[in-house]
């Protein structure tokens, strides 16, 4: 295999892994206009979660979904103290992710689960086309197919959720809530089910990416929401129009992009060390550089 | 219909800036009824539309529909009965989403949203019918987002949204105020048409006498949280500017600042 391929290899492999992430902070970041900082403690939870069933014998497509309903159950949790303790739902955010912590470490009892003996459902899902009798490897190819085809069903699936009934409900929670309440709609219970869906899907993302590294550790979730951040706004910057599928499929571009850059990134030299510092000018850049480019047009 | 008792509500009570703004406001609103709400800049008037609604607790009194007390629900659980258009185009739609997703969340209005499509073909069918009634030419642009529209054209939706699932009570509060004599004039004979179509229960604020005098069957003066004056029927329709102002002063209120601006 080439350096390109390498390069193609591991933009789109690592990349899908985060498009579940991608997904889940474009829900609160855009729709529900915060940062939910959530994120920093449902995305390491998702990966606890997994390794600790994992390890313990269970299913990894079981143990997976269990990953991001205790990262949706984070999201509830946050949803919660915002909207029945009247708490800023920043804060919220905050003092859910630090408890998630402890909770963490609580559930794989030390702060690094190795997994490379597990099965992951990329193992199980190679061996289950294998027993159709496609003759399919474990590979960085077999992961981007599988990947994609889950990716593309979960987008679908949102996409279709965002525009049922309740699904408008959530969004127009982000937008314009004093309209929705007058309406008829609880809001407290659609930026719950906003939350909860939103960390189920980065929770999701860090069950797959445990599974993939080969490893859940206490720090994987640091600086995750800058990540997810950052994605969400690369896409934003290539597409104009703003429906749903646009706006689902412009995250999901932009987690690649996001992905291509940082493995520019490293290829030029830069170290791993150095990769949140990359990651946040990523994030300043995607902010700043749309505010430029009017300055430039209209200046 | 609804009943308004006694119904009182004081902002920063007990500091230098306290306003009363509704001081024992009885008021019973019939079936068919189409009232219009006059009065100055703190009378009183949106408070007690937000009495309604349930934006604003009131401290004392009561709120009866049909008899019952609804004074202590929550926004969202009287929603079913009422329609509420405000002053500001962008307060009563959701500029980012389109304007058949706007009309699909309106026509759920107060009933549970569960995971169906909102927007179905008899839905859109049915928003088409009702845009192309307004003649604003917006029945082939469904799918256009709500930001896109001048203010007019979202008041109208807007309006559109209020009436689509026949609320019990219609409250507008001055939704003409933000819009161009021409477009207000528009929207104004909008909505007489589909109060009178639909027979809405009515309930419009607004700041301009002559609107006042001109549309509904009932009218309502307000001044300082209190009701100063009321006319009905052919009392009403006998009504002028210069013999509301009259009224305004034989009620003991000299001191009205803005008399222009109620003049206009």
């Given at each position: ?7 193609i ?27 939910d ?16 069933l ?31 303790l ?55 190819v077999?992961?981007?197919?599988i ?32 309209m ?45 929401l ?18 749903i ?55 | 219909?609804?009943?308004?008792e ?26 068919g ?12 008037k ?11 607790r ?15 629900d ?82 109208t939706?807007?309006?559109?949204m ?6 019990r ?48 069957s ?28 009259r ?18």
């Amino acid at each position: 295999m080439n350096i390109v391929q390498t390069l193609i290899g591991n933009t789109f492999e690592q990349g899908l892994l985060f498009a579940f992430l991608g997904l889940g902070v474009l829900l609160t970041f855009r729709f529900f206009r915060f940062p939910d900082l959530t994120a920093e403690g449902s995305y390491p939870l998702g990966g606890a979660v997994a390794a600790a069933l994992l390890v313990a014998g269970v299913n990894p497509f079981a143990a997976t979904f269990a990953a991001a309903l205790a990262g949706a159950l984070a999201g509830i949790v946050t949803a919660l103290v915002h909207t029945r303790l009247r708490i800023n739902a920043i804060i919220a955010g905050i003092i859910v992710m630090t408890a998630v912590y402890t909770v963490n470490l609580r559930v794989m009892g030390r702060a690094n689960t190795p997994l490379l003996t597990t099965p992951s459902v990329f193992g199980d899902i190679v061996a289950a086309l294998n027993a159709f009798g496609l003759p399919l490897r474990e590979s960085v190819v077999a992961n981007i197919a599988i990947l994609a085809v889950f990716v593309a069903v979960v987008a679908a699936a949102m996409a279709a959720f965002l525009r049922t009934d309740l699904g408008l409900a959530v969004r127009a929670t982000g937008e314009n809530e004093t309209m929705i309440k007058a309406l008829g709609v609880d809001t407290d219970w659609t930026k719950m089910v906003g939350l909860g869906l939103s960390n189920f899907l980065i929770a999701l993302s860090g069950a797959l990416v445990a599974q993939n590294h080969g490893f859940a550790d206490i720090g994987m979730g640091i600086g995750i929401l800058v990540t997810g951040a950052a994605a969400v706004l690369i896409g934003e910057a290539i597409f104009a129009d703003r429906t749903i599928g646009v706006w689902i499929f412009a995250a999901i571009v932009g987690v690649l992009i996001y992905r291509l850059l940082v493995v520019l990134a490293l290829y030029v030299g830069l170290q791993p060390i150095d990769l949140k510092l990359i990651t946040a000018v990523l994030l300043l850049l995607a902010l700043a550089l749309p505010r430029f480019r009017h300055r430039l047009r209209f200046g | 219909m609804l009943t308004l008792e006694s119904l009182t509500k004081t902002f920063f009570a007990g500091e230098a800036s306290e306003v009363r703004a509704l001081e024992d406001v009885e008021l019973t609103i019939g079936d068919g009824d189409f009232v219009t709400v006059i009065g100055s800049n703190g009378a009183g008037k949106s408070t007690l539309l937000k009495a309604i609604v349930g934006l604003v607790r009131p401290e004392a009194g009561r709120i009866l529909l049909d008899g019952r007390d609804i004074t202590s629900d929550p926004v969202h659980r009287r929603a079913g009965w009422f329609g509420r258009i405000a002053q500001d185009p962008n307060d009563s739609t959701c500029a980012g989403m389109t304007i058949e997703e706007n009309l699909a969340m309106a026509s759920k209005r107060g009933r549970v949203r569960g995971l169906r499509r909102a927007v179905t073909p008899v839905l859109r069918e049915n928003f088409r019918a009702a845009l192309k009634e307004t003649g604003l030419g917006l029945e082939g642009r469904l799918e256009t987002r709500m930001g896109l529209l001048s203010g007019g054209q979202r008041q109208t939706i807007a309006l559109l949204m209020a009436t689509l699932a026949n609320p019990r009570l219609l409250l507008l509060d001055e939704h003409l105020a933000a819009l161009d004599p021409k477009t207000a004039e528009l929207v104004m004979g909008l909505t007489d048409r589909l109060v009178r179509e639909r027979r809405l229960t009515t309930l419009m604020i607004t700041h301009n006498m002559a609107d006042a005098i001109r549309w509904g069957s009932r009218l309502v003066m307000m001044h300082r949280g209190r009701i100063i004056f009321e006319a009905a029927g052919a009392a009403k329709a006998a009504l002028t500017v210069e013999g509301l102002v009259r009224k305004f002063h034989e009620a003991g209120h000299r001191d009205l600042a803005d008399d222009r601006l109620l003049l206009s």
